[in-house]
């Protein structure tokens, strides 16, 4: 009795049993070819593993490229970016859309035809190897696989064949027994989904690749490069876009689009990127948004968002209400709508421009008539040209911020503290000066409290890098910006200031006794001029004033004494500015109005830094949202899904369900009449470890069966 | 697929599934479908018919799990055990997270998480500690390490997710949302593959070299959780992943990424000795070093077990992001390096499966191959902007 088993745990173990079967493929392929020397050529070049690897690696590659390289961009970011040479480079290789580059899509191409020509030349091999026991073998093969044993049984072969079969069954193998001139073969297998598996996932890869493709705009390249389709790249209202632009309802099968809707607006329209530019696609249908929603979390972050929406067949005027939310969408026909995103839908502002520059020709009546802006509405992403003494300034509404929640550095570990504070709506414009040159500015539309006061914020800044540096401005008694203007307009009103400048120099002399007419004319001078410097720079200004044109020595006597004197007329013209409030100065100034004397003059030390024509306020708005739609019509989605599933099978039975088969020839003894002789081998494909075992398993079992029958 | 020698012997007796189930075994999955049940008759009014299918499911393939793998029924239990104890001790009280003695030193979802890190080091120094001194007790001793770990690593996370519902029923969420949580889905995912293979080849001699990735992720998850980034604070849900997808997506690709950072690490294990024993310098601790073979096999069943889970977790992100961004596949970076990942390995495994390569070039394929998962994993976090937005650093 002899029962070699190998040593299963060789390297090169499985290579043979699979290269065993590409070689029986590629025979009979051979075999099937030989008129056709190219083809065989092509269909070993298409089929080829090395092929199929090397396009593995360059798609890879491709696809990094694609990850780093921000794709669709707007032109103008790639020129600045790369110059006018390697841009024009890059975009002849359609670096900047690789995934829908001609060359990307023969790459997918290649891929197809190399799985196809896979499957093409294993499919009769797998029919075969499903359907056929492979009964014809011989002692002489069997004895030199891996996995191999020979018994002697006092067994007669249709005992011995009897017994195997019932264990073989048992360990879930199916068999089949050839008799011939007294000897008994049986082939078994089990596992032979496991061929089943490479269709699967190869037939897979075709499925999920045809079907992307065609959900993917290649018609639309192709109608580009025919002519009949051009990308527009301005900024058009979708009316105006030209037909050449434009894609009727049924005139395109599969697409992907945006579409942003105010509230109470429709719209039968989407907008399809492509490269640097758009299509407009026609829909069949419209579709209107009612209201939009919006919730936070108390961070401020949103949490939820969703649009109430009436769908209408321009056909059929069949109408259906519904509420579209992030995470789902609704499905109408072959369509669905997506909540992508929302953004400001042209919120009205209503705005007071109070004026800000200080003009040279500041002095005329006619300038200071001149600013005074008449109160407007402006819809947020507009923009206005606004006339000021100062010259023509364009006025751009970029953002209007409903809340803005920050932080609250305030806030302690207690369970009720709030962590967060929301500093209210906010406005977000540009102001352009007539040589194109910009500021950003943001503007808190609520005052928010520093130590108690009321401040109105207003952030400025020369390009997007920088933060904004933010201007205090306090709030008045009610709370409003009128008395910090009505202050900045009485400065810089030179006959009034002039009338308020002798009667505060009259009244200070008097009151030190030196009633003197010309003292007084000389101090209302010097009083009307600091009051000028101080607005235009506030004390800084005053100052620079004195170092450039005081001696050294002398500097620090005359900005005491300039000092008190411009106190004392900024008190007057305060007080002048609270009476015509109504304020009862002589007996009622509150503390509150004292501390916003003091606010009131630092606001104005910095307020030059304000590199703005006016000040911008907004009084109130009306808040209108848009919402932003993905529109979608993937018919091959379905299938994509199909195939999907087919890989993912395929998988699974390829890597886990093992093709394993034995082998038994049985031969009558030729000694004694009734004993048997066995050989038995087998072979587990691509599980040879596992298959190893097993076949121990079946030895010792034969061993153990047979040892018995002896004794 | 996994058995021992024993049960091989009966594969060709008559036999049924019932019958090689033990009392433990039935008594188990007894109590997975109870608690199922229970949990099913608590929560199913805040539960979806997708969220519900995933409740059973999960049961299901628990107790699949549990008989395929006989250690899954206690590790199980500790578990549920510790980590029920943890959520009873909260009630409803987030704040005795800090004043409640257990809560606070033992099993609170930080300090579990801090146990898991330390136990994942010192496993990490004795298990190599066994390799080079060739001893018994130190390996057996980071094997118990491991799986001490690997059960506060889970308690972690599970009480988390409680903590998040104390926090505010509407930040409630599963903790597979930031970089912080899915770094600690990593390292038990990728120990539990571990213990498997390790219990099943009966050697302890791989643990180190695994155990060194699962330290390196842990160093980060310090780093980036507990520094200055504060990211184990839990956050609120951004409305694109308050979804029943998040919770099958994300754990499904995480297996991948383990696979394939176990293969990674064993190549590293396989090269060195390998090379040693090239150059004629295979001493003692060379040979200590698991065989080739065994690392080998252990290579190629982790990556084709990382390959299938990737290849359906990518599926499952293609449909979420269908019903979220309204396209299966968009080419964002996140997803684009999803599909390099996968044709990587998708080589790699023709490679080894049609052309029949095996060893050396298939290890530093390996651990190559480990670089560009990781920059699927975090890199396309770091550097390239796009829709998944979870953890930027
Ligand atoms: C992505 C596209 C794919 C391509 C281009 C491709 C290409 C190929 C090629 C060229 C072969 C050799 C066939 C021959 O020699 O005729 C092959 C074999 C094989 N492929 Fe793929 N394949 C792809 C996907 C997959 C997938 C997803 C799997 C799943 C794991 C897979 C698993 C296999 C296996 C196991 C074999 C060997 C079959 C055997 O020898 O029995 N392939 N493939």
Redesign the pocket.
Known sequence: MSNEIKSDTQQQEEAPA?AS??KQ?IERERSNLKEHGLLKVLLSFL???E??IS??VIIAIASIIGTILQQNQDYNTYIVKFGPFWFEVFRSMELFDIYSSWWFVLLLGF?LV??A??IY??TPTIIREWRQFRLKVSSKSLKLMHSSGSWNTKNSPDEAAEFIKEKLRNGGYQSRQKNEQGVITIAAKKGAVN?L??LF??G??IIICLSALYDGNFNLKLREVAGQLKPETRDLFASQVPDISRLKADENHAFRGNASIPEGNTTGLVFLQMRNGYLVQELPFTISLNEFRIEHYDSGMPKSFESDVVIEDKETGEKISKTVEVNHPLIYKDFAIYQASFEDGGSIMDIQAWPMAVPDNAGSAEAAEAFKITPFKQVIGESKVIKTPAGDYKLELAEFKISNVQPNPKAGTGENEHKFKNMGPSLTFRIRDSSGQAQEFINYLNPSTQEGRFFFLSGVRSTAAEPFRYLFIPADDDISLKRFFDFRALLGNPVEMQRIAEKTAAMSLQSAGVPDAKMIAQMAIVMQKLAELFNQGGFDRVLNDINDNVPEDKQKDVSDSYFKVLQTILGTVYLEVLQGEGVDIENSITLAQEQYYDDMVNTMGVVSNYKAPFFLQVKSFEHKEASGFQITKAPGKDLVYLGCIL?CV??VL??YVAHKRIWIIITPAVESESGSRLIAAGSGD?HQNEFAMEFKAFSQLLDKHFMEEKS | MSMTGQEMENIFEKQNLWRKLSLFDWGWAAIILMSTAYAWQQYSVFMDAYEAGILFATALAIIAWGWFWKPVRAYSLYVAVISLFAIYLYGNELALGETNFFLKFLISSKSAIMWMSALYVLATVAYFIGLFIGSEFSSKTASAMTWSATVMGLVGLLVRWRESYLIHFDVGHIPVSNLYEVFILFSIITALMYLYYEGKNKTYNMGGFVLLVISSAVAFLLWYGFGSRGASEIQPLVPALQSYWMKIHVPANFVGYGAFALAAMLAVAYLIKDTMVKKGRGGAIIERFPDLDILDDVMYKSIALG?AFF?LATILGAMWAAEAWGGYWSWDPKETWALIVW?NY?AW??LR??KGWRGRPLAWWSIIGLFVTLFAFIGVNMFLSGLHSYGEL
């Open positions: 699979a079967l590409q493929a089929g080829s593993m092929l199929a396009l593995f891929l190399s799985t020509t896979c030349r294993y061929r598996g490479y996932t190869h897979a890869i890989l395929g998988i390829m890597f691509r | 390959f290849t044709l998708a495994l023709h499966l049609t």
